[in-house]
């Protein structure tokens, strides 16, 4: 029974890494019936197609339970573990799971590095650069080669102020995956921090093409006017309840909706991931004056922000808190209880 389960496992795994989640179910079910509902293999691909279908709670429950009956497979931990860190509140969790797999005496290389790298990832979320450090260090140097080793490896140098070298580590990631929109999007925010505006223009602009190729936009999907005019009156909205010293910057600004950011708008610095966007003369420097000629609300990049309407307002509030600190350097203006 072992073999013919750990086929359908795979098979069911396999589905869900080929988004086809019907083809995953179907496994899932005759999974059960091999071994039943709460054998560890059949709870991970459980987790796995939670998961993927957007049952967060639920894919984290099945994974832990899967986690706690002891599974000698390396990548029960792992996804377990991911998927704390990614969508828990709980890192100290997600760390547990980790390291209790690099405690194992039979865990092979392959999975040593992987929870090495995922250790890392979390420990840079949790404020902790230097042991992230120490981590990358210790994966091995094939590893160390990998666009995802690369990129965390870059974070990590960012968050200890070596920008230059985080630079260099991310062009490295970019080389080996430059298809990857979001090592681009990392490199242009590092470039950012680093003062290179141009370098950083032109990783964004790499990222706006990009993410427009993958977004399967077409003309069915076109902005229309209604659309636009309701976008604009929740806007509105939410300006209503933002503090007095943000409001002024802002209120004589005209608002107008596009579908994505256009290419001279990234390289004046908007980012091509931003749900709302300021146009004008940007604060580059301290002796600088900003000027806002508009706003504009990105339709597509907030419909991909969502799952459902009731979202709206707060991702509104985020791209005005990032746009606010880009656009006018400031970061101290009372946006903390907006939206609370």
């Known amino acids: 029974m072992k073999e013919a389960l750990d086929a359908v496992i795979r098979r069911g795994l396999d589905a869900i890494d080929a988004e086809d989640l019907g083809a995953a ?6 999974a059960s019936r091999l071994a039943g509902e709460n054998h ?15 049952r967060i709670d639920n894919a984290a429950g099945y994974l832990m339970q899967a986690v706690d009956l002891g599974s000698d497979r390396a990548e029960i931990y792992l996804d377990c573990a991911e998927c704390l860190f990614i969508h828990g509140d709980d890192l100290d969790e997600a760390e547990a799971v980790v390291r209790s797999l690099l405690e194992r005496d039979d865990i092979d290389e392959g999975a040593s590095n992987e929870a090495k790298l995922l250790l890392a990832q979390i420990r840079l979320d949790d404020d902790d650069p230097d042991e992230s450090l120490e981590l990358l260090h210790e994966v091995s140097p094939e590893m160390q080669k990998h666009p995802a080793y690369l ?16 630079t260099a580590a991310l062009s490295e990631a970019v080389a080996q995956a430059p298809e990857d929109p979001d090592l681009h999007y990392q490199l242009g925010l590092t470039r950012e921090a680093a003062g290179d505006r141009e370098g950083a ?41 933002i503090p007095d010293p943000v409001l002024r910057l802002i209120a004589s600004a005209p608002v107008s909706v596009q579908e994505r950011p256009t290419p001279d708008q990234v390289r004046a610095g908007v980012n091509p991931r931003g749900v709302v966007a300021f146009v004008g003369q940007a604060k580059l420097g301290d002796d600088d004056e900003a000027n806002l000629e508009g706003i504009v609300i ?35 203006l009372g946006m903390a209880s907006v939206g609370e």
């Open 151 to 166: 990129s965390t490896y870059g974070a990590v140098l960012m968050s200890l102020g070596r920008n230059d070298d985080a």
């Open 40 to 54: 560890v293999q059949v709870l991970h691909l459980a987790g796995m197609l939670a998961w993927a279908e957007g």
């Open 25 to 30: 179910q179907e496994a899932l079910d005759e």
């Open 201 to 241: 223009a032109a990783a964004m602009l790499k990222v706006l093409e990009l993410d427009a190729a993958g977004s399967g936009d077409d003309e069915e999907n076109a902005l229309t006017p209604e659309e636009a005019a309701d976008l604009i009156t929740r806007f509105e909205e939410v300006l209503e309840e």
């Open 298 to 332: 990105m339709r597509d990049l907030m419909l991909e922000s969502i799952d459902d309407d009731d979202e709206i307002p707060e991702v509104f509030i985020v791209g005005l808190l990032e746009e606010i600190r880009r656009f006018f350097r400031e970061d101290s």
